[in-house]
T-cell receptor, first 115, second 113 residues
Framework: DTEVTQTPKHLVMGMTNKKSLKCEQH?????MYWYKQKAKKPPELMFVYSYEKLSINESVPSRFSPECPNSSLLNLHLHALQPEDSALYLC??????????????FGPGTRLTVL | AQSVTQLDSQVPVFEEAPVELRCNYS??????LFWYVQYPNQGLQLLLKYLSGSTLVKGINGFEAEFNKSQTSFHLRKPSVHISDTAEYFCAVSDPNTDKLIFGTGTRLQVFP
């Protein structure tokens, strides 16, 4: 299984809502990533988990809260978002961190709209 | 610091014509290079990668790329494109000291019938 799955595919939420994005992989990868992608732009790295520990936080606002319950799952908890947070949120995974290359496998993304 | 430059934001081409998408990188260390494709409303799919060895890398869907160390380039080519190749293409370099992929700004390939 070389697939990264993400749910939901689409999400519409108000600025006072709390919601979560989910990501799952069964490739035995030990590094998982969250990216944010605005239209016509490359993905921007948000968080990296390595061996289920947060290793990189790219100065992301606290209204985004990542969680890695186990080596196969990655969540992104959302609270009090702003309309400018509307974007495609991509999850990715790769072999253990510190590996000499970083081939990342991406999920299909969650299209988030904040009203 | 490593960086990637994709000079062409858009490349229009007719079906069955050849295409080249340009990518230049800067790095002070050994590099690992990738091309990803993103179809509308989808995630990124790996087309091909250069880690070491042969400088000509073949990927999926008939694409290939050539690593040129002296010109610090990793251009993507296809001899004959199809309508279905219409997508956004991202070149990326891996920083071996971190877990980060450094992406270029992307090139929109538009194939016309």
């Amino acid at each position: 299984d070389t697939e990264v799955t993400q749910t939901p595919k689409h999400l519409v939420m108000g600025m006072t809502n709390k919601k979560s994005l989910k990501c799952e992989q069964h490739m035995g990868h030990r590094a998982m990533y969250w990216y944010k992608q605005k239209a016509k732009k490359p993905p921007e790295l948000m968080f990296v988990y390595s061996y289920e520990k947060l290793s990189i936080n790219e100065s992301v606002p606290s209204r985004f809260s990542p969680e890695c319950p186990n080596s196969s799952l990655l969540n992104l908890h959302l609270h009090a978002l702003q309309p400018e947070d509307s974007a495609l949120y991509l999850c990715a995974s790769s072999q253990a961190s510190g590996s000499f290359y970083n081939e990342q496998f991406f999920g299909p993304g969650t299209r988030l709209t904040v009203l | 610091a490593q960086s990637v430059t994709q000079l062409d934001s858009q490349v229009p081409v007719f079906e069955e014509a050849p295409v080249e998408l340009r990518c230049n990188y800067s790095s002070s260390v050994s590099v690992y290079l990738f091309w990803y494709v993103q179809y509308p409303n989808q995630g990124l799919q790996l087309l091909l990668k250069y880690l070491s060895g042969s400088t000509l890398v073949k990927g999926i869907n008939g694409f290939e790329a050539e690593f040129n160390k002296s010109q610090t380039s990793f251009h993507l080519r296809k001899p004959s494109v199809h309508i279905s190749d219409t997508a956004e293409y991202f070149c990326a370099v891996s920083d071996p000291n971190t877990d980060k992929l450094i992406f270029g700004t992307g090139t929109r390939l538009q194939v016309f019938p």
